[in-house]
């Protein structure tokens, strides 16, 4: 399993997700678990964002499947039910927050993965999905998922006070290390099982909004500087 910060390729998040991962919304897939695919580089073709200081993302629904001759799918309100009466995946994510709001059920929890470049991925962490709503946008209207964190960096389930230090390093920032580290551990050069790394743990006060505290770093030196810490 994959803790927060880790930097995974494409192949190695479908081989822990159990299934071919080809869409950004998978609503329970293995144990359970849900599965979102994000993307905040620029360009990228839905409006997600991070808020709260990194510890809540609002994610945009999905629109309809661009077919030759329909209207562009921008342009279209996003779809809550399938051509035959199913949910979309909208629809499944919005119900859940739905039975969630009304006391009926735990949250769904919410692995999400965001895209740093083609084939390269880093793993943001597990989230409890505690609200959906529609809205304007343009002319149309829109699906967004309000997701909260709640695995703390050694990938367990947070507890409040580990948590308080825990977010979501900027994508800005994530693009900035790993441009700056060309995309290697500064340890040793690996490219391999990489990692976000705060040179100062954010238990420690380090902060995750500025790239002068994160580094990359290999499973192997990654290990070795928890170690050398605690
Ligand atoms: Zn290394």
Known sequence: MF????????????????????????????NNFSVILMSLRPGAPYADRVEDGGKTLIYEGHDIPQTKGAPNPKTVDQPMHNPGGTYTQNGLFFDAAGRY???RTDPEFVRVYEKIRSGIWAYNGLFQLVDAWQEASNTRQVFKFKLEMIED????????????????????????VWKRDKGRCVQCGSA????????????????????????????????????KIE
């Open 3 to 30: 803790s927060p910060g880790g930097i995974i390729s494409y192949l190695d998040m479908c081989k822990e997700e159990g299934v071919n991962l080809q869409r950004g919304m998978n609503f329970r897939l293995r």
């Open 101 to 103: 709001k009304r006391g």
């Open 153 to 176: 960096a050694s990938g367990q389930v947070a507890t409040k006070s580990t948590l308080e230090h825990n977010r979501v390093i900027p994508t800005s920032v994530k693009l900035e």
């Open 192 to 227: 391999d099982n990489l990692h976000f790394d705060h040179i100062i743990p954010y238990t420690l006060g380090g902060s995750s909004l500025v790239s002068e505290n994160i580094q990359l770093l290999c499973a192997r030196h990654n290990i070795a500087k928890k170690d």
